[in-house]
Structure formats: structure tokens, C-alpha cells
């Protein structure tokens, strides 16, 4: 890991899209946002009806039982975002090395300002890793890492989420009882599914995307399957298909509609699950012939970019590189040059030639940091319009003020713990998945291998393997 000084004022500014919202909400600035409510303090949404906030996700609807966010008080909400920053950076002061603070990529600039580390979700996780001294690691992302840092720390270890409201859409959509209802209804199919055929395999073989709970992490790890990254999808169906003759993929369907047809799986043989439906809204023959079984699942920030925008882009900037992550539908991964993980993009823009332009379809918080960060380049997002993920927004610096102050005098809040039933078979799929090693890659390939993350202000970068 290589420690990389913080960049300019003035490219943190043009980083953020907090930033970018107010100036637009108040006609500062040209453009738009997808909800006006963005300009709003995420605590105004704490304290109203569950959901999952304004941005990509508020369509989306929120399970029963969703953890709820406490009342924030009163003097973070009151802060100025000076004052805020400056106590952050005290209480990290005075906690030292009893804290770590993790950033996702698609966090807030505002809040990646102050990570220790930043990258994806298991990045982060095996970052904690690197300071097993630390008393708490606070992790600024979502609900399912939070709890994925836990099952890999030790258990002296408080791992922090600073809103507990920021969960996650697409992990929501597979819930622990629903992929066992349909794990029954599979053993109806296909019989015993722990039988192997003359081969070796048996009958079905689950994987689940990082982006799910430890339950579901969990679930696998009971029944022979495996967890997956957006950057090592396809080593691990290659993984599954040597154990299973087919695979049970939750809970992104276009991760894994794309990697399977990048390896050559038919169309017609990658039927969908509907939880709501008996066979998932299938017929037992079509079961039979499925390869890939993908669950009714994705993630709305990705699902706002389209073919037409990468139409507009073309027609607007001649020679532009259209690049996606694979949590887009189909049609626009088979329209873009590329398509790749987080780690993926950054590496591709990192090796481009100065004077290239990129047409992004990933989350805008990142798409704008690149931006800023890589000025002899023209960078841009693939939707014009303003929508950041709604759950990494409920992070914001007033909550990582809170929870830090809140260590300092000597109180742990928003603890994230993972019990023992579910975090040991959860250790066994995430231990198969560190076993299948992916090969190695360059920008180049599309099949979306992650690369090095790009360090942002005051954080580490990451050698660790790439995720989503």
C-alpha cells in the first residue's frame, strides 16, 4: 500500500457532489438532480417514514423490520460543514490508532476526506485487516459492509456504521427466507441437491454477490456455494460450474446475466427467479435446461444508465470511451467499449492518454472525483442527471462527527455485530472466494478485472483484491 498526500482545495471542490446539488438547487448552476430533497440534511429523512432516502434507490421499497436511524442531535445538524471537518479531524486526533475510518468510492467527498482507506467493499473490509490494534473501524458505506468488516475483524473489534439507515436496495432484494423458499423449491426440481451426477457436481451450486447481507453470505457457505465480487464474477462461476451443473445467482441479476454471457452461457438458459412467483415464475423444464438462475435483483443507480445515453455521448464527443460497471442492464454493457468493476474504470482511466475522453456509467461521486482528479482528461458521467446512491448519502459528516465524538467519550454507537451462526459458514463462502484466484488483466479487457483503486484525499491506497 502506497500513501498518496490529499489533492488541492480546489479539486476537492470540484469533486463534490454535495456541492454540485446546492448550486444547483439554488440556480447557481445549470443542470438538474433526480430529487431536490438531495440539498436536505439526510437526518430530515431519519425521522420521517422508512425508506431509503432521495437519490437513485427512493422507488425502491424498503423491507419491514429495515434498521432505523436515531434522532441526531441537535449541534451536528447546527454545525457548519467548517466546523464540522474540524471536529472530525480532533477527535481522530485524539483517538489515534484506537480508530480506523473506512470510505467507499461512492462515498460523499466530504466524508472521504477523512478515511484512512478508500475502495470498495472488500477492499475496505481487508484494510481493517492492516490495523488489528484498532478499537473501532468506522466504516462509511453501507449496511452489508459494515457487517462484512465485522465477520473479518476480531472480536475486540467494534465495527461503526454512522447511520444505520444506510442499508442497501439491491442487498434487500434477497432476503435469508426468501432464498430458502427457493432452495426448497429447487429440491422439488432437481432432488436432492447435496447428490452428485457421474462428475462430481451436484444439481446446484448458490452464489451470492458481495452486495448482500451476511445471512445470505452465510446461506452459501451452509450449502457449498460461494461469495463473488463484480471483478472476480467469472472465476467464480467457473468455480461453481466445476462443483454444479447449474448456478443459483443472487441478488444483481445483470452481474450475473453479464458475466454469464460473456462466457458463452445462452440467453435462453438463464432464467429469472421471482421470489413472488411459485418456480420463481418458471416451468420445472425450464429449470432443467438452466444454466445460471439469476434472482429478480439489481441495483437502481446502475439501472439509470441507458443506451441512449450512450448514443448522446457518441454524437456529442467523437472518440469518446464508454465505459460501465456490470451492475448495467445488458443492452448498455453490450453497447459500451468496456465494462468493469470500480477498481476497473479507475485503473483504465489512470492508463489512459492525456487528452482522452470518458463517458462513465457508475455512481457520480465517483465519476466526479475522476473527473476532478484527472483534469488532462475529459471525464463525465453517462446520466446528466445528478443521482447519487440514496443509502451512501445518508453518510454525511455530521453522523462520522458523532459516532467519533461519541468514542472519544467512551461510548461505542451504531455497533455492527454479526452473530457467530451466521458469521462462521459466512467465513467459509468468503474463504472460497479468496481461493479462486482471478487471472490477471489489463484496462483493456472487458470482462472487468479489478485493478488498483485511486487514492483520494488523506486515505491509503489499496492492493487488496477488487470488488463491487
Sequence with gaps: MTIVQPPARDVRLAASVDRSIRLISTGSS??????????????????????YGPGASMGDVIPTGSPRQGALPDEYRRASD????????????????????????YQRDEVVEHADFVGDSFQLANAALTKPD????????????????????????????????????????????????????????????????????????PVTYMNSSAALKGFVGRNGGIV?????????????????????????????????KAMGVPLEQMPMWNPRKALGGNSAEELADARVILWH?????HRRFTVDQIDQARREHPGVQVIVHPECPMPVVDAADAAGSTDFIVKAIKAAPVGSTFAIGTEINLVQRLAAEYPEHTIFCLDPVVCPCSTMYRIHPGYLAWVLEELVAGRVVNRITVPDSV????RLALERMLAAKPPAATPADTAGRGATPKATPKATRLEAPAGA
Design 297 to 301: 435483483g439489481f441495483c437502481s443507480v
Design 30 to 51: 445549470a443542470g438538474s438532480t433526480c430529487a431536490p430533497e438531495l440539498a436536505e440534511g439526510p437526518w430530515e429523512f431519519d425521522r420521517g417514514p422508512a425508506g
Design 134 to 205: 484498532a478499537e473501532a473501524i468506522v466504516f462509511c458505506g453501507v449496511h452489508f459492509m459494515a457487517e462484512t468488516a465485522d465477520l473479518l475483524s476480531t472480536p475486540d473489534q467494534a465495527v461503526i456504521l454512522p447511520n444505520l439507515a444506510a442499508g442497501c436496495s439491491m442487498a434487500d432484494m434477497a432476503d435469508e427466507s426468501s432464498v430458502e423458499e427457493c432452495w426448497e423449491q429447487l429440491e422439488e426440481v432437481y432432488g436432492d441437491l447435496t447428490a452428485t451426477d457421474a462428475d462430481g457436481r451436484v444439481p446446484v451450486i
Design 228 to 260: 463473488c465480487t463484480s471483478s472476480n464474477a467469472r472465476t467464480v462461476l467457473e468455480w461453481a460450474f466445476e462443483r454444479g451443473q447449474r448456478v443459483l445467482f443472487f441478488p444483481d441479476q445483470h452481474l450475473g446475466r453479464n458475466t454469464a
Design 82 to 105: 467548517a466546523e464540522l471537518h474540524d471536529r472530525i479531524r480532533a477527535a481522530k486526533a485524539t483517538l489515534g490508532d484506537r480508530v480506523v475510518v473506512l470510505g467507499h468510492f
Design 423 to 426: 458469521a462462521d459458514p459466512a
